[in-house]
């Protein structure tokens, strides 16, 4: 199982996140691309909250693939395009994810794609 580490040292986390995780010996490990607010059709969510909550959807299938759960997400990093999106960008990880693994939130001026308003990476292990 994974470790989460909050120390005392160090100030209490600022959102719904832990300050480390220890991965055990011999785990497996998943690392997953950008997710974006895609459904499985093809077409783009609208608006920032849809876009957050499809990308952790879109997080939860491909983990459920290599049979694991949002449990196992041991880094997660995202990217709004805006502070403004923040909010949304919570809400739908504690929603759809329900975990508060070590992550970090960059506010960003654009993705890649022009629709895009969130990008989330994650990375996965599972003893």
Not at 18 to 26: K, M, S
Not at 30 to 47: F, H, N, R, Y
Request: proline share 9%.
């Amino acid at each position: 199982m994974n470790r989460i580490y909050n120390p005392e040292g160090v100030h209490t986390p600022v959102g719904n996140y832990h300050h480390g995780c220890e991965v055990p010996v011999g785990a497996r490990w998943l690392m997953l691309a950008g997710q974006v607010g895609v459904k499985p059709d093809g077409t783009w969510a609208e608006g920032a909250a849809a876009q957050a909550e499809q990308a952790c959807r879109n997080i939860v299938a491909i983990l459920a693939e290599a049979d694991m759960g949002p449990e196992d997400i041991v880094k997660l990093v995202t990217y709004p395009v805006g502070a403004e999106h923040i909010p949304a960008v919570r809400a739908a990880r504690d929603e759809v994810l329900g975990v508060a693994p070590p992550a970090t939130l960059i506010v960003v001026p654009a993705l890649a794609v022009p629709e895009a308003l969130i990008e989330i990476e994650a990375i996965a292990a599972k003893a």
